[in-house]
């Protein structure tokens, strides 16, 4: 069990490093390409990839990619159970785990606050209320959204992803002030904007450590409110009104708390969002064709990086490993004389041929899932007589058997075995007494999957002596 949840966590601490460098080269890459699509007025767009920059730091392309070079044995990479390898991972995500709780904890708080004032001092306004059931089915928002107003918050916003609402502060509206913020807010519901927020900010938590990403936010939050302006564009007759409307609410308003999230985020974005707007309208983008050369250049570009980045990653683990597993054969201490057998080969077996192959000179670790009622076994190597192939191996089972019923030994020129069996801890020398074609297997004969984990080694007639 021990060795299945250290493989968890280094393989969970691969995802977070290749989905970092991934998400980063999106970032950086959009940073500069986005500069021109804004020229342009593709608001849309420059939403819709932003949207794929956030998605980039947790859809796991470069670690499925990953795991099937490990599949196929690309690179001789897998991911071994090293004791340096181990003890850094479980480290560092430790860190990683403690600091992004305590993001959770202050990112879920204010939240909380919000819910429980609206339970406690929150009111309803039935004619408001009749307002945002007509708007809301000229833009087709289908879903019943509640008008709550409190006197707790400074400015209109949009909340919750399960029971939608619309948060008023408690004054007086105007007869177009209202229906100004009242498109804004039900637009947001409309994109779906709260559940995209509520991704987001999961995903800055779980990459606190990221130096870029609060200007990534920071994009995506300038985009999703030029997106809104976009679609309200369509139903009002003033975009001068409208960001009239903003402006006056974020001058009375400007003491507005940390919780807020609405209808204007400070001067500095509602600046952007009327210049953007601006040449969104003034200028008719030919949508179809840019939009087919930006997706292009964005596949192209996450093809390469993750090929890229899992080619190095891959090459980087493989040699920490092999450099730190050689300093490790004493990694097994419970050893056990164990009685070496052999047998003819009987070739009715289902057998899984891994990517490793014998090499004399070498300490190879090695950690192998093998199912149950199944072998597998290395790919076949000349040997001589006199080598000695020398296995320190632990087998780990669901329940931590003493005992498990395994099999580790050598094939010879697929007609003879020479086998020990029935163990936890093997530590045992298998002498070559002919020249010929060799192969290492592992063989599991229990009810349950178990995990071989441990090294190997050649060791030549010559060096022996």
């Known amino acids: 069990m021990v060795l299945i949840l250290n493989r968890i966590v280094i393989q969970s601490f691969a995802w977070i490093i290749l989905a970092t460098f ?30 794929i920059v956030i998605l980039s730091f947790v859809i796991p392309f470069s670690f499925m990619y990953i795991k ?38 202050k990112f879920v708080c204010p939240y909380i606050n919000i819910y429980q004032a609206m339970k406690m001092k929150g009111k309803t306004d039935d004619q408001i209320q009749e307002k ?15 008008v709550v107003i409190l006197d707790q918050i400074k400015i209109p916003m949009a909340y919750g992803v399960l029971k939608a609402k619309i948060l008023l ?16 807010e039900l637009t947001h519901h409309k994109h779906k904007d709260l559940l995209w927020k ?12 990221h130096p870029c990403f609060k200007d990534i936010l920071y994009q995506i939050d300038q985009w999703r409110e030029t997106h809104c302006d976009m679609e309200v564009s369509r139903y009002i007759s003033s975009m001068k009104e409208y960001f009239s ?3 006056q609410i974020a001058v009375e308003e400007r003491n507005n708390n940390a919780y807020m999230v609405g209808l204007c985020e400070g001067a500095q974005l509602l600046v952007v969002r009327m210049q953007r707007m601006e040449i969104y309208l003034e200028k008719k983008p030919l949508r179809r064709t840019v939009t087919v050369i930006i997706g292009m250049l964005v596949i192209t570009l996450s093809s390469v990086t993750v090929i890229a980045s899992t080619k190095g990653f891959a090459n980087g683990y493989e040699w920490v490993a092999n450099k730190t ?3 490790e054969a004493e990694v097994i201490v419970n050893k056990k004389d164990y009685i070496e057998k052999q047998r003819k080969y009987n070739q009715n077996k289902k057998i899984v041929t891994k990517k490793e192959a014998l090499k004399p000179g070498t300490m190879e670790p090695i950690v192998w899932d093998v199912p ?52 936890s801890e093997f530590d045992h020398i298998f002498k070559i007494n002919k020249n010929g074609y060799y192969q290492l297997y592992m063989e599991n004969k229990s009810k349950d999957k178990v995990t071989f984990a441990g090294a190997y080694s050649v060791h030549e007639k010559d060096e022996e002596e």
């Not at 502060?169 to 804004?184: D, T």
């Not at 509520?198 to 450590?209: A, D, Q, R, T, V």
């Not at 191996?393 to 003493?402: F, K, N």
């Open 22 to 51: 991934l998400g980063t080269i999106m970032y950086l890459f959009w940073k500069v390409v986005g500069k021109f699509v804004e020229k342009c007025g593709y608001v849309d767009i420059n939403y819709f990839i932003w949207k």
């Open 68 to 105: 099937k070079i490990e599949k196929i044995g690309m690179y001789g990479f897998d991911f071994y159970n090293t004791k340096l390898i181990v003890f850094t991972t479980n480290f560092l995500m430790c860190i990683w785990f403690v600091i992004f709780m305590i993001k959770i904890i």
């Open 132 to 146: 945002v059931e007509i708007i809301a089915k000229k833009i087709g928002v289908k879903r019943n959204i509640q």
């Open 169 to 184: 502060p408690n004054r007086v509206y105007r007869e177009k002030e209202l229906k100004y913020i009242l498109y804004h």
């Open 198 to 209: 509520l991704l987001e900010n999961i995903i800055h938590c779980m990459y606190w450590f």
């Open 245 to 247: 409307t903003i402006i």
């Open 325 to 327: 597993a050689s300093k």
């Open 372 to 423: 149950s009622q199944q072998r597998a076994q290395t790919k076949s190597f000349y040997l001589q007589k006199g080598d000695n192939i020398n296995i320190t191996i632990s087998v780990e089972t669901e329940d931590d058997h003493e005992e498990t019923e395994v099999e580790i030994g050598m094939l010879e020129n697929d007609q003879k075995e020479q086998y020990v069996e029935k163990g």
